[in-house]
């Protein structure tokens, strides 16, 4: 790495002139034989030699940077950590038709970018590097970048799946890949839809720990012990990221739209087997309805695309399931 002159200076300039000094340091004692002027000159000194390590310190962490560090010059832009993937390295040149929802036609415009990836390259990291380099116009939803959040879903050579977690490479057709927005969802802008109505149906079904006693959870020595028995019961069911892909992949939604959907349904699951939940049998009765839990043909898509393994399919089954026991036996919940 280059260094400035200042830089230089600042570091190397002490080193060297600490001995120097020292020597000077010690003339001058001799020279001097009131205390006052011998504190004083310890004083300087003392200043002289924190200057000197602190030289060194920087020195040696310098020594201590990775290979890879990179030094941000004045006016240079920061690199997010999806730069085009640089000549050589195993990179090569593919190409991203990317199906884009025009929302002042109305329609579906193909655009066919060609940019260069690597042997780790999502398809998230293709479309950023487009929009950096290419056209800034293009739009899409994305900000984890490592398949927590859920905001990346799409449908990469017509698959549902997180864009962020899908590796470039393995999944080219002839040197190609197809993008295109979830058409479960409706359409907002390029690859970017709505989620108004998939967030809606979540909060419809109460997505959330309800108990008689509203007031409890304000009191601090309150606890909901629950054994791993209790907790295998729901917790396959609560690693759902709320990405959506379970519904653009299940065929009754798109034929259906009233249809509640595997994604909220799933949930109804997940909080109906809470053993802390005391909403019981009326969590059933909000789905016991032909729309809801009932219009579920067990296609299983949902659980095919799902990239958390949430297995929305297997979810309702046991919802359907849990309210046939409820109308033939009366009880609530096992
Ligand atoms: S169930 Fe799976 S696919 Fe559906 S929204 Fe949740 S994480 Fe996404
Ligand atoms: S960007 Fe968060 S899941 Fe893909």
């Known amino acids: 790495m280059k260094r ?69 010059k004045e006016g240079q832009p920061k690199d997010h950590g999806h730069s085009v993937a640089a000549e050589g390295e195993g990179s ?24 260069r990836v690597h042997h780790f390259s999502t398809v998230l990291d293709a479309l950023i590097d487009i929009k950096q380099e290419q056209d800034n116009t293009l739009s899409m939803r994305y900000s984890c970048r490592m398949g927590i959040c859920g905001s990346c879903a799409m449908v990469v050579n017509g698959k549902p799946v997180l864009a962020c977690e899908t590796n470039i490479l393995q999944n080219l057709k002839e040197d190609r890949i197809e993008v295109s ?48 028995e209790e907790l295998s019961r729901y917790l396959p069911f609560s690693y ?3 990405c959506g892909l379970c519904v653009d992949a299940c065929p009754v939604v798109n034929v259906n739209p009233r249809f509640l959907g ?43 695309v799902c990239p958390k393994g949430v297995d929305p399919a297997f979810a309702i089954q046991l919802l359907k399931s849990e309210i046939v026991r409820k109308d033939l036996t009366g009880n609530q919940k096992k």
Not at 25 to 50: F, K, P, T
Not at 195 to 202: K, N, P, S, T
Not at 285 to 299: K, T
């Open 4 to 72: 400035s002159w200042i830089s230089i200076a600042t570091v190397y300039a002490p080193m060297l002139g600490v001995p120097v000094l020292l020597y000077l340091y010690l003339a001058a004692l001799l020279l001097h034989s009131d205390v006052s002027s011998r504190i004083l000159l310890s004083l300087i000194m003392l200043g002289l030699i924190v200057f000197g390590v602190m030289g060194f310190r920087d020195v040696f962490l310098e020594n201590e940077r990775p290979a890879n560090f990179i030094e941000l």
């Open 92 to 115: 090569r040149t593919v190409e991203l038709l990317v199906r884009r929802f025009n929302p002042s036609t109305g329609s579906m415009d193909d655009h066919t970018f060609r940019t």
């Open 181 to 228: 927005p979830m058409q479960g969802h409706p359409l907002l802008k390029d690859l970017v839809t709505d989620f108004d109505d998939f967030f809606a149906r979540h909060k419809r079904i109460k997505p959330h720990i309800v108990r008689k006693d509203e007031e409890e959870k304000y009191l601090a020595e309150k606890e909901y012990p629950q054994t791993k």
């Open 240 to 242: 759902c990221i709320m």
């Open 262 to 304: 595997p994604q909220a349904l799933s949930q109804v699951q997940r909080y109906y087997s809470d053993s802390r939940d005391e909403l019981g049998g009326t969590r059933l009765d909000m789905v016991d309805r032909l729309e809801d839990v009932w219009d579920c043909e067990f296609a299983g898509a949902c659980s095919v």
